[in-house]
């Protein structure tokens, strides 16, 4: 069962990890093919040199992976990290993060998704780049 | 310039990122070729079935490969994370998660790190396990 | 200095890696900002189930990601693979395999690049996916 | 059902993948924790500089893997690679190479192993570190 409510899919999200909510986590968008989301920046994900910390982009990306499995296979689904593998590209500006995440491939048992990440506003270029698989429940 | 102090070890990152200290993570031993860190377990970390969520697991990866490229190139190093790839292995139980984390190399350039994280008081088996690479400044 | 003659890119892979020749490597097309090869198939990659095996597949997104490198920085470069992340997402058809390779990133020390894999003449939907990061020559 | 003869477990594995053979891997000792394995150095390995090509050690890593799976689940199982992801730490001489794999963990679904790579005579550093999962059939 198809989800396409964003907020519906975020408040899922924030009761399977509470700590979503606290680090600012957002669905912004749900399409077919694609879940838009975001990290709303706060002075505490700071690292040395004004930008968010690595921590909080991973979060992004693992939540942004499961909001795109939600959407698709619906609430019942209690699909598990299976692995999840993400290269830093630059260090992201002092703002909000914006991600964009696809499914390469909804299996029986695995889904895999690949998530972009930028900086609200920065220079257009991505800040992180994510890839994952999720244990499917039978 | 190595570091042998624990505490002096988990300054720094809790400087560096000061959302380490917030989610209760610990450098408790250091070894020529290992550390020991650790996570406090608290409530909100949970997520549905009573387990430390990813985020958590990740992070405390990611702190604990800083920690040891710290130990072992001293507080002048700004090591800037590169990648990291991370598999879930099981459910850790709610309880403090352990890691032990080696260099698996220290280049100029490059510096490469395995860690392997169980549940305190848990099975003995991995909970997850993970690789990375950190950039070095020149 | 910029390659775009497919040509000349698969002859330096083939001076650089003797065995990508053997499994049938091709260059295809450059554009700007994408780089299309290809492995022809043949019998010996199968895999029981008449699939052609990891290591080609492996190969081919580790070639492809070098061509890219070359078409942007040129023959002067020697690239050498840091880290290599694939998820094998179905079993490919008994044909030859299709890959896009795009750049993540190219800074002044390392390269970032991902590529989708598709068969030939197949169902449209990926067989693999990777990312890698490349060490780039001072 | 648990193999523990080396050679039966090398040649169900050149009967899966037949290119195996052909670089010249070798499963040389089975032990319940770990499985030793080898690619006999051929100069067509080669890239410039002397040393064994990427692909090389990819391939290896992953025949290894499937080793350790075969040798604690029996030649029943039919494994098939999900995620591979691997780290080239330094350029191999032009020799032998050596691995040594550990399962991380054997579930119902999934299997997740290690792979430490040195040169025969070499340094005595690692060479290359893979970690993988593997799906098992129901």
Redesign the interface.
Known sequence: MKLRDPLAIQNLIY??????Q??GFQVNEVHDDRVLTRVVYRE?????GGTV????I??LA??SMYAIILATLGPEE?A????????????PAPADLLAETRL??I?R??A?C?VTMLSEGGNG??VA?A?G?Y?LPG
Do not use: C, W, Y
């Not at 505490?44 to 040395?48: D, I, L, W, Y």
């Open positions: 009761k399977g990890v509470p700590m979503a606290s680090f505490e994900m700071q690292r040395p910390s690595g921590p909080v991973m979060s693992d939540a209690m598990v990290t299976s692995n999840l593998n993400i290269n830093f590209l630059q260090r390469l491939k299996g048992r695995l895999f690949e270029r991505p780049h890839t698989s244990a």
